[in-house]
């Protein structure tokens, strides 16, 4: 019984060690993305969270070519708003939606702040610095759906921005007809 028992001990040890090693430490992991079968799971999360918190902002499940396929807030969230920021400033939450459709795919970053005054500093903030970004072209600003829009292009993407209330919102998208999935968060 207890070579057993020791043959056990050490195969679980074994098993232990190589999935520490295969998988990294939780430390240095990166956040995952759902596997497709989480995805589902991930929408039903989203709407609970939207329910359960009055702060974050309504999404919407359907654009003109995409769909919801995935989105978390909180400190995930949070976490990856600020490092693509590469700077600090006061949240009080954030939420990213990865939208995808047969030829489109969008993602849609939104910064909740802690009140409209913090959020128009951070609107400023990103006005000021973009034009000199080296990643990020400044191409136009216009009005929409009683909002300023700002447009930038970069990566091989349309990118769009503005300000309402709590929120700053950041808008990816690849797709043939990017007005018209703009359009689609801006009136939903």
Same mark, same amino acid.
Request: hydrophobic share 40%.
């Given at each position: 019984?207890p070579?057993?028992?020791?043959?056990?001990?050490?195969?679980?040890?074994?098993?232990?060690?190589?999935?520490?090693? #295969?998988?990294?430490?939780?430390?240095?992991? %990166?956040?995952?993305?759902?596997?497709?079968?989480?995805?589902?799971? &991930?929408?039903?999360?989203?709407?609970?969270?939207?329910?359960?918190?009055?702060?974050?902002?309504?999404?919407?499940?359907?654009?003109?070519?995409?769909? /919801?396929?995935?989105?978390?807030?909180?400190?995930?969230?949070?976490?990856?708003?600020?490092?693509l920021?590469?700077?600090?400033?006061? $949240?009080?939450?954030?939420?990213?939606?990865? #939208?995808?459709?047969?030829?489109? %795919?969008?993602? $849609?970053?939104?910064?909740?702040?802690?009140?409209?005054?913090? &959020?128009?500093?951070?609107?400023? /903030?990103?006005?000021?610095?973009?034009?000199?970004?080296?990643?990020?072209?400044?191409?136009?600003?216009?009005?929409?759906?009683?909002?300023?829009?700002? #447009?930038?292009?970069?990566?091989?993407?349309?990118?769009?921005?503005?300000?309402?209330?709590?929120?700053? #919102?950041? /808008?990816?998208?690849?797709?043939?007809?990017?007005?018209?999935? $703009?359009?689609?968060? /801006?009136?939903?």
């Amino acid at each position: 019984m207890p070579r057993k028992f020791i043959l056990t001990a050490l195969v679980v040890l074994v098993v232990g060690v190589f999935l520490v090693l #295969y998988q990294g430490s939780p430390e240095q992991a %990166e956040p995952e993305q759902p596997a497709a079968a989480e995805q589902d799971q &991930a929408e039903q999360d989203h709407q609970q969270i939207a329910e359960e918190s009055s702060d974050l902002p309504d999404l919407p499940q359907q654009t003109a070519e995409m769909e /919801l396929v995935n989105s978390y807030s909180g400190d995930r969230a949070m976490w990856e708003i600020l490092r693509l920021h590469r700077n600090d400033f006061p $949240l009080d939450d954030g939420v990213v939606a990865i #939208y995808q459709g047969e030829n489109a %795919e969008g993602v $849609l970053w939104v910064s909740v702040s802690p009140d409209v005054e913090e &959020a128009t500093k951070l609107m400023q /903030l990103m006005v000021q610095e973009l034009p000199t970004s080296d990643v990020f072209r400044e191409e136009d600003v216009f009005e929409a759906a009683g909002k300023t829009i700002y #447009y930038v292009t970069g990566m091989g993407k349309d990118h769009y921005y503005w300000h309402d209330d709590l929120y700053v #919102y950041w /808008l990816q998208i690849d797709s043939q007809d990017p007005i018209s999935e $703009l359009n689609a968060f /801006l009136e939903y």
